[in-house]
């Protein structure tokens, strides 16, 4: 065993260890033995050899399932398992498979459908009798041809008639299985152990029953107009109406509560439906007219429930997305019927007293629920939400409400730009008639409603005489329009007019509004309704969970599925805090409960001196500067940070961040300034705004690219205040942007040693905003380059494909930064840990397949193969931790810092655990869910935990641990910094938003945090 290890699943120095782990050996069993690499005594696909599926290879994936892991010290020979349909059927072990023992080269697992070989460092999935290539681990070779495997014989008596009707049947090869898909590695143990204490909770997790034994009958629809006239797409609003018909018309003894429908392709059934193309007709309320349609429906697959019963025990080696989708969508009908659907989330239609936010928009209240497979098996996850929608006004109403000014309808022409920028693209109902329809508002008519006149259209298509808008309303639908003299609302669609008086439109129920554009006090009370105390949250959960418009229906009961209605329980583990490192005290350790540091009387570890800087006042002369100059420095001495007086100091006023040519004129001028005065290179330029301002993102992108000189930015509100804290805030980022340490931990990082050189590697994509169709998503990388303070930090920004996930350039961002490291350190890190963030569980393959084979292919090389962790980071979801007793917690109720979850709530197998680092002072905690997909570096679950939390105390913008890990924390906040700089290109040039040049730092700032 390689240097004295005895974890199970450890490898030694070869390629490709044993289970579920990165290792070193080829083709181990259990991670033990010795240096092998050939092929010994291997048995035939008849003469099965171990109930051991796939390993992982060497270099941390899986290819394959792996079953529950035991503990094991040492390699002993196991007798032969293999997996039929009713479970594992034990073997005796002939001689020749014990000699085999770890070094067998090649092994089989078969399943009732399928067979799995690992064959040198391969994995081939066996279907009737043909092989299908699917993945050879990365950095392994291929067999020599002139080695031949060599096949054990068996003894006749150890083969089971089970397996040989086993082996009879056809294999059919699931459409997972077929891809170049490398799964997520298990975890190493049962869990950690290290804590200063465990505490009870609650989590909103709440367990679902199924009857293994049903199916779910998944049907592919297509509904086209039976006569388009051009018009072939038909609206999501006549979808579910002209599938009620076809159900009403077509379906005889069984109820429509026993089928759940997507609202577009895709239907679930509980009992068989009739397929094939039907005809239904489907009457419009407005005209009494009748529209046919062509209902095509066919069965897509028979989904058997024992295969989710099967992945969730750890028998079945990818996850049954098609049945987790049926299971979703029938949770979901029951709020869906009752509720405002948005994405995962369902809204009541009430607005509860007090939720009006004044502005035309309310806060509405629901949840957001999800499956998840847990440990404990399917789980409900049920979450409390809050989001701002408009209000179903009548426009007229909305506008007097939302629009600064407007409170007349006369005020429509008036202010006719910002009523124009207020409608354009919200959906609207008609007054005028009955009718189901929903409208777009495209734009407002150029005309006013008296002037506005059309041809009407004959029976036959043509054109009849021209009629006058408001003769029109008068005579078709007896409607006076009061409101002759403002313009319309142009709802026209597949360029067919359609104009209507603005007095007879009413918005759409449900047309979110986005946070960020709300006014300062309606945002603070969305805030406000949105951050509840723990408390609150779970009986709120609680109440939500058991009402009549939840998840629990009449649709989920008639699919046989059932809920428990109460929390899951778990046991949570609080990891401690880290001794810190300071200049003066050199050991400090943090309060009990925030786990924070206070610097009163404390330095930085390492104050970098702030000699040449300048000062520029954008607030008109509100700033206090002598006062405020006097402030900082002297906070900045206290820290260690000896600061001298500014060499320029300019006073100017907030119009200067209107355009991106007055900022770069001024700051070009304050540098030219500061180098006339002092021959040295300016530091940074600290810019007092008097308020927040659009123009900000002009200023960073001035100093950062073009001009390369750190600017720090702070209301003059604060600065003229002078609070200690805040200005102790101010040094701390200024401190770190000129390369300063400001904290550091004083035990090394688990898990290596004196002789490493690791690197942190954090990854995050910033996507565009909704609506938005062309913009690139931006990439962010960042890395860290003093090993072991880890605290320092490298950015690398670029462009990419509109909403792209994957990170086209990964491998070479990374061998930049890698290059970065040995310049920096003259060696190359030898273990990298990279952090991922933004990525969903189904796009775990995309990371491992995609990314890291890219990383590996750029950085490796015959000399140098660094091991790689990759751990993925989530933070989007709704998992949420109460305490079972409050006095396990602080004065906010939330859990304490430290608290990890990885038993009961977690995946049954993989290697995940919810961390929830910082302390929750307002509103309830959300735990990091964390995620290792990749594991060359051999952690264990206390060892990533450990790794983890205590990162979280190094983040360079204050003295608390952080609620992410800092090099997703960093990344994140670098994409948006590239969000801005991709805005200031589309202003410059609207065709340049994809050009590198516009992303890339200036020389002097490269290798900077600029970010913090």
Not at 491 to 506: A, T
Request: proline content about 6%.
């Amino acid at each position: 065993m390689d240097n004295g290890r005895s974890n199970y699943g450890r490898g030694g120095a070869g390629s490709g260890g044993g289970r579920g782990r990165g290792g070193n050996y080829q083709n181990q069993q259990e991670g033990q033995g010795g240096n092998h690499s050939g092929f010994t005594d291997q048995p035939s696909v008849q003469q099965q050899r171990t109930t051991r599926p796939p390993f992982q290879g060497n270099s941390g994936g899986v290819r394959g399932f792996q079953p529950p892991i035991q503990q094991a010290r040492s390699y002993s020979p196991r007798p032969l398992t293999v997996r039929g349909q009713n479970g594992p059927v034990p073997h005796k072990t002939t001689p020749q498979q014990e000699r085999a023992g770890p070094s067998s080269g090649r092994e089989v697992w078969i399943e009732s459908e399928r067979e799995v070989w690992i064959e040198s460092g391969r994995e081939v999935w066996i279907e009737s009798g043909r092989e299908l290539w699917i993945e050879r681990p990365w950095g392994s070779t291929p067999p020599s041809p002139s080695v031949q495997p060599q096949r054990a014989q068996s003894s006749p008596d150890s083969l089971d008639i089970q397996l040989l009707k086993i082996s009879e049947q056809p294999a059919s090869l699931p459409s997972e299985s077929v891809e170049n898909r490398i799964l997520p590695i298990r975890r190493p143990d049962r869990g950690g152990t290290l804590a200063v204490r465990s505490i009870r909770l609650l989590v909103n997790h709440f367990p679902i029953r199924f009857n293994s034994e049903e199916s779910i009958f998944h049907y592919d629809v297509d509904i086209e107009p039976k006569n388009p006239h051009g018009k072939k797409r038909v609206s999501k609003s006549l979808l579910r109406l002209i599938r009620d018909k076809w159900f009403s018309d077509n379906i005889d003894g069984f109820s429509i509560l026993q089928t759940a429908y997507d609202g577009e392709k895709n239907i679930f059934s509980a009992v068989p439906l009739s397929t094939g193309e039907f005809k239904v007709d489907l009457s419009d309320d407005e005209d009494f007219k009748s529209s046919s349609y062509n209902f095509t429906i066919k069965l897509v697959n028979g989904l058997k429930l024992s295969k989710l019963k099967d992945y969730l025990s750890g028998n079945l080696p990818y996850i049954p997305r098609d049945i987790l989708q049926g299971m979703d969508l029938v949770m979901k009908d029951n709020p869906f019927r009752h509720r405002i659907s948005v994405g995962r989330g369902f809204y009541s239609h009430e607005i509860r007293a007090g939720d009006d936010l004044h502005c035309g928009v309310a806060a509405y209240r629901g949840f957001q629920q999800s499956l998840k497979p847990t440990s404990q098996g399917l789980a409900l996850c049920l979450d409390y939400s809050v989001l701002a929608f408009r209000k179903p006004l009548p426009v007229i109403e909305f506008l007097k409400e939302h629009v600064s000014g407007f409170k007349d309808v006369s005020d429509v022409t008036r202010l006719r730009q910002e009523v124009t920028r207020v409608l354009e693209g919200l959906k609207v109902r008609v007054s005028h008639r009955a009718t189901k329809q929903i409208y777009t508002i495209a734009r407002l008519t150029s005309r006013n409603a008296r002037e506005i006149s059309f041809s009407l259209v004959g029976p036959e298509g043509k054109q009849t005489e021209q009629i006058r808008l408001v003769d029109y309303f008068k005579d078709k639908w007896g409607k006076d329009i009061l409101f002759k003299d403002i313009p319309c609302l142009d709802l026209s669609k597949n360029n067919k007019p359609n104009d209507v008086p603005i007095e007879f439109c009413v918005l759409v129920e449900g047309q979110r509004y986005p946070k960020e554009y709300l006014g300062v006090q309606a945002g603070s009370n969305l805030r406000r309704k949105s951050l509840v105390r723990p408390e609150e949250r779970k009986n709120t959960i609680y109440q939500m969970v058991h009402a009549k418009d939840g998840p629990c229906g009449d649709v989920m009961q008639n699919f046989g599925i059932g809920v428990d209605t109460n929390m899951t329980s778990a046991v949570g583990r609080v990891i401690g805090a880290p001794e810190l490192k300071l200049g003066i005290p050199n050991v400090v350790k943090v309060d009990n409960e925030k786990c924070q540091c206070n610097l009163v009387g404390k330095s930085l570890v390492e104050g970098k001196p702030v000699e040449r800087w300048a000062l520029i006042d954008f607030s008109y002369g509100g700033l206090q500067a002598d006062a405020f100059i006097k402030n900082l420095k002297l906070r900045s001495r206290k820290l260690g940070m000896f600061m001298g007086d500014p060499l320029v100091r300019r006073f100017t006023g907030m119009d200067e961040f209107s355009s991106v040519s007055r900022l770069d004129n001024l700051l070009r001028s304050v540098k030219n300034e500061s180098s006339k005065r002092n021959k040295g290179k300016l530091q940074i330029i600290i810019c007092v705004m008097s308020e927040n301002h659009r123009g900000y993102k002009y200023l960073k992108w001035v100093s950062e690219i073009q001009i390369g000189v750190m600017t720090q930015c702070c209301l003059m509100v604060h600065a003229n205040k002078g609070q200690d804290q805040y200005l102790a805030n101010l040094c701390l980022k200024i401190n770190a942007k000129l390369g300063g340490s400001n904290v550091e931990l004083i035990e090394r990082l688990p898990n290596f040693n004196g002789e490493d050189h690791v690197m942190f590697i954090g990854a995050d994509v910033n996507h565009p905003g909704p609506g938005n169709s062309s913009c690139p998503s931006i990439v962010a990388v960042v890395g860290t380059v003093n090993w072991p303070a880890a605290n320092r930090y490298v950015a690398r920004i670029c462009p990419q494909d509109h909403r792209k996930e994957k990170i086209i350039n990964f491998g070479t961002i990374c061998l930049d930064l890698v290059k970065t490291y040995a310049q920096l350190n003259h060696v190359r890190p030898n273990k990298i840990v990279i952090f991922r963030d933004g990525v969903s569980d189904g796009q775990f393959g995309m990371v491992l397949e995609e990314e890291l084979h890219d990383l590996k292919e750029a950085i490796c090389d015959d000399h140098y193969k660094p091991k790689v962790t990759v751990v993925v980071a989530q933070k989007r979801h709704r998992t949420r931790l109460f305490l079972e007793n409050e006095q396990d917690g602080g004065a906010s109720g939330n859990v304490p810092p430290g608290t990890v979850v990885d038993t009961t709530i977690v995946h049954p197998y993989r290697f995940n655990f919810y961390l929830c680092s910082h302390y929750g002072g307002i509103g309830t905690s959300r735990p990091t869910h964390y995620h290792v997909l990749w594991d060359d570096n051999f952690f264990t679950s206390d060892g990533i935990q450990k790794l983890i939390h205590h990162m979280c105390f190094t983040s360079a913008r204050c003295t608390k641990p952080v609620s992410l890990v800092p090099p997703v924390y960093y990344a994140d906040m670098v994409a948006f910094r590239g969000r801005i700089y991709q805005e200031v290109a589309m202003e410059l040039q609207p065709t340049s938003s994809f050009d590198q040049r516009f992303y890339n730092l200036h020389p002097e700032l490269q290798d900077a945090m600029f970010f913090v």
